[in-house]
């Protein structure tokens, strides 16, 4: 049981907009900054979005974060078939004094 | 280019212990945290623990307190993962992750990971 929900998947059409959701609690997405990363099948995940919304480079502007209360999410626009992944919000928990991952969303493009 | 390397895959019997190893290159070592996730197979992420390269110090999740030690050796470059007293449910590929350093602990740099089988 992983301390930030997610649905386990999602899907969209090539083109088309997608959101994947995050909840967690004051201890933790309440107060600390959020990160996705997106793991491709058999591959090491990489970092999408730190500090909430901040893209690293070379990730592309069709990857958005945001963050309000003790809830996160990422969209993704302008959907293609490369982003078929896993994909996994994490955050610090002031309580257990760790980092904590949410159980990975699986998204697929039709 | 900034990389970590990992050891390769190990297969141990429930009991018994595994260390990983970690070679890390293409910035200075003692910089950045270094911190420790697995990922048995077709679950989520689950993080383990840190380690701080230029003194040693760590912190470790409270699930495996008393059960994983970290390490390095900064002279090489490479920081480590010990895991005592394995049991099968420790099956999982272990990776290394390097902390980007801006304070919300997020993972810039992965090492490829390690599957550690754990079977009789």
């Known amino acids: 049981q992983s301390v930030l929900t997610q649905p386990p998947s999602a899907s969209g059409t090539p083109g088309q907009r997608v959101t994947i959701s995050c909840s967690g609690s004051s201890s933790n997405i309440g107060r600390n900054a959020v990160t996705w990363y997106q793991q491709l099948p058999g591959t090491a995940p990489k970092l999408l979005i730190y500090?909430?919304?901040q893209r690293p480079s070379g990730v592309p502007d069709r990857f958005s974060g945001s963050k309000s209360g003790t809830s996160a999410s990422l969209a993704i626009s302008g959907l293609q078939s490369e982003d078929e992944a896993d994909y996994s919000c994490?955050?610090?928990?002031?309580?257990?004094?760790?980092?904590?991952f949410g159980g990975g969303t699986k998204l697929t493009v039709l | 280019q900034v990389q970590l390397v990992q050891s390769g895959a190990e297969v141990k019997k429930p009991g018994a212990s595994v260390k990983v190893s970690c070679k890390t290159s293409?910035?200075?070592?003692?910089?950045?945290?270094l911190h420790w996730v697995r990922q048995a197979p077709g679950q989520g992420l689950e993080w383990m623990g840190w380690i701080k390269p230029n003194t040693g110090d760590t912190n470790y999740a409270q699930k495996f307190q008393g059960w994983v030690t970290m390490s390095r050796d900064t002279s090489i470059s490479t920081a480590y993962m010990e895991l005592i007293r394995l049991r099968p449910d420790d099956t999982a590929v272990y990776y290394c992750?390097?902390?980007?350093?801006?304070?919300?602990?997020?993972?810039?740099?992965w090492g490829q990971g390690t599957l550690v089988t754990v079977s009789s």
């Open positions: 992750a390097r902390d980007e350093g801006y304070g919300d602990q997020a993972f810039d740099y």
């Open positions: 994490a955050t610090w928990d002031d309580s257990l004094n760790g980092v904590v």
């Open positions: 293409g910035y200075t070592f003692t910089d950045y945290y």
């Open positions: 500090s909430n919304h």
